[in-house]
């Protein structure tokens, strides 16, 4: 399959997953043959997602899994935004974070103190919000009761849902929504459409 | 205590909870002798509340224990005012309801047949929203491909938060924000300062 002349002017393509690349476990029509025709005409890639459930090494075993060659450099996450962010401007603070614990290890490796569950929770310095499975009541009152003292807000993106083979399932915009209205107060974002996923991306 | 002179015009008197009566499991100062003296003048009272969290009962019982005297038809609560809602447009209908175990029973005794965690969650008539502590991403995920599909959507209230001895709690408003974010569209809510939880009460 060769690069449509659209592409061929490029020499770095950057593809989303969901949606794009895949549909929950499963490739959509003509994804690995695409990758790997870029991957012929000597493309660079990388592969871009707000989604930040996962780490890094998640998606490059998913996507081998799949039939889509990748390298851990090529993937850039949700998370992977939070954690370039975190680590320009609040390295050594400490957090409330609602995510997975992906979003915790990207936290954590940013060089921030994570006090969920402790008695500063309510006074972090800041409040780091991605939609997760096991997103729940006790996060949500927590973050909510730090961002109300003033702690910086910062989410993964906006997206309102994100596709699954069962229909669309709520993203970390949802998420975020519950937070910004409790708190009274509108966070800053790292995905997608936002610059900080791509510029994390190059 | 007598009452004063701008509540003796008054024959009935709507006495919010949260923040008014009480703020937690404490009684605000003075509240047990100002709802004394309202009976001793002879006023109707009704104490009415967004908390659609525990049942009227709970509340009656939580009013006693903290030394005010009150009757289960002087408790007009948030998941009262969803049964009446319900009862009165969409009885028969099936619901995905996010609440407590209290709202999972205004719901059912308002006439509709409960579909969470079932085949035909997603094809909820009607999807109930009102906050507490239970709430979870799995909640969110039913409510959200529900009203995505259509469904009706009913609020208990918009309040972002509600008062408690260590500080705010997120509210049913803030757990409405998420649904509507993920499904991108407006809820009917009956909760204060719509006129439903007051009709409820008269």
């Not at 949802?174 to 791509?198: D, F, H, I, Q, S």
Request: hydrophobic share 45%; net charge negative.
């Amino acid at each position: 399959m060769p690069v449509s002349s659209l592409v061929d002017r490029y020499d770095h393509v950057l593809l989303d997953l969901d949606g794009c690349v895949w549909v929950g476990d499963a490739c959509t029509d003509g994804a690995v043959e695409a990758v790997a025709a870029l991957r012929a005409a000597g493309k660079g890639i990388a592969f871009v997602t707000n989604d930040a459930r996962h780490a890094g090494e998640d998606f490059v075993r998913k996507l081998w899994r799949l039939g889509v060659q990748a390298s851990l450099e090529e993937v850039v996450t949700g998370g992977g935004a939070l954690q370039f962010t975190l680590a320009e401007c609040h390295a050594g603070a400490s957090a409330v974070v609602i995510g997975s614990a992906a979003v915790h290890r990207h936290v954590e490796a940013a060089g921030l103190r994570i006090v969920n569950d402790t008695a500063f929770a309510s006074r972090a310095d800041v409040v780091v919000v991605a939609g997760h499975d096991g997103f729940d009541f006790h996060e949500l009152r927590e973050a909510t009761q730090a961002a109300l003292r003033g702690a910086h807000l910062l989410g993964a993106g906006r997206d309102a849902t994100y596709p699954m083979p069962d229909g669309p399932w709520p993203g970390s915009g949802a998420v975020l929504a519950a937070v910004e209205t409790a708190c009274g107060r509108r966070a800053e974002t790292v995905g997608k459409p936002r610059p900080a996923l791509l510029q994390t991306a190059l």
